[in-house]
């Protein structure tokens, strides 16, 4: 009997003990991973369909836009702004049909451009000039299909086009880049006036697509964008000044030359020429670019730029990205899963809920015209 009573406390006392081990056991667990709340990004690649259409202008063309009192171009750039909305992720980009006059107005912009390129454009630029007209239909009388462009990006680094309705957010639009995905437009700027566009159109969209053909820039890019993925807002500012001094308007030492990169210059015949100095009465001031110094750097948006940074070269600049993203502090460290096409995290955290913030309303919004 007594030896039952013994088995029996025995017995008692390791379920106690199991029972306060499984409640320690929980509490550690709570402590240690509490989730952290960060700003919302996408997970997968399919989940830039939540954020592709957030459009902070609408589609609406500013009163002194050359193409605001034309019908007819404005009911284009609506069907055009139609077939963004429409698109969904894994579809094929509808071809467009363009017509004579948009032909027209691309063949007078390529015939001014394409010679200051070959001139004045980073080497690797120049390199690929005559592989996209070979894979994407790249000539002055025959403007290349996203779809063409997107296949031919793809096959070479992994990135890819995504057709886009106007302007997005700072945010969403580097959110793209940490999925290897530039967002295009695919309307042309007004043909009353061949050599100026108040946003970015096709034309500055194609300059900015022949690079990411580049391992090195596209790398580059790709760190920038996922540099952004849950940072808040005033690290997504920085990270877009970084995109600004680079991607847009980022100039290169080749030798002992210093080309240009950027498509916000690449598409401008006369900042490219102002760039490169050959301007007599206005030079720029240009210093070796720098993520830590360009993160800080404000700049104009209607005015050629009075300040380009330089790179050492593209493999360099995304060291320097790598480099400066690792300062930025977040509660986790992020990857992407080229297999899977999603970012991977190594913490636990909770996203926060995903608002699009109107256009009046948005932050970003005075920059992202700069885009
Ligand atoms: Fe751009």
């Not at 034309?70 to 894994?90: M, P, S």
């Not at 996209?132 to 996203?146: A, H, M, S, V, Y």
């Not at 969403?172 to 050599?195: E, K, V």
């Not at 100095?277 to 050629?304: C, H, M, W």
Request: net charge negative.
């Amino acid at each position: 009997m007594n030896s039952m009573l013994i088995l029996m406390v025995i017995l008692l006392m390791n379920l106690l003990k199991i029972y306060f081990q499984h409640c320690a056991h929980k509490l550690t667990n709570y402590t240690s991973l509490r989730a952290k709340k960060v700003p919302w990004f996408p997970r997968f690649k399919r989940d830039l369909d939540i954020v592709a259409n957030e459009v902070l202008d609408s589609g609406e063309l500013e009163a002194d836009h050359p193409g605001f009192h034309d019908k007819e171009y404005r009911l284009r750039r609506d069907k055009l702004a139609q077939v963004a909305k429409d698109y969904r992720f894994g579809d094929k980009i509808p071809a467009i049909h363009y017509e004579q006059n948009e032909i027209d107005t691309w063949n007078t912009v390529l015939d001014k451009i394409l010679p200051l390129h070959h001139k004045y454009a980073a080497a690797e630029h120049v390199r690929l000039l005559p592989l996209f007209e070979q894979n994407c239909g790249l000539r002055k009388d025959n403007i290349p299909q996203l779809q063409d462009i997107s296949d031919y990006l793809q096959e070479s680094t992994g990135f890819s086009l995504r057709p886009v309705a106007g302007l997005l957010s700072t945010r969403n639009f580097l959110y793209g880049l940490a999925f290897r995905t530039f967002f295009s437009t695919q309307y042309l700027r007004h043909h009353s006036r061949p050599l100026y566009t108040p946003e970015p159109d096709l034309i500055h969209e194609i300059c900015h697509s022949v690079l990411f053909a580049d391992q090195a820039f596209a790398d580059f890019s790709h760190q920038i964008g996922l540099a952004a993925i849950g940072a808040t807002d005033e690290q997504i500012e920085q990270l877009g000044r970084c995109y600004w001094f680079t991607v847009e308007f980022g100039l290169c030492k080749q030798g002992n030359d210093v080309k240009a990169f950027g498509a916000g210059i690449l598409s401008s015949f006369g900042e490219l020429e102002y760039s490169m100095g050959l301007n007599p009465n206005e030079k720029p001031k240009l210093l070796r670019f720098d993520p830590f110094v360009a993160s800080k750097q404000t700049y104009p948006i209607t005015t050629y730029q009075p300040l380009y940074f330089v790179s050492d070269s593209f493999e360099t600049a995304k060291e320097q990205m790598i480099e400066f993203a690792g300062t930025l502090k977040k509660p986790f460290n992020v990857r992407y899963l080229p297999y899977t096409n999603s970012i991977d995290v190594d913490s636990n955290i909770e996203l926060e809920k995903h608002v699009f913030i109107k256009p009046q309303e948005s932050p970003y919004a005075k920059e992202s015209n700069k885009m």
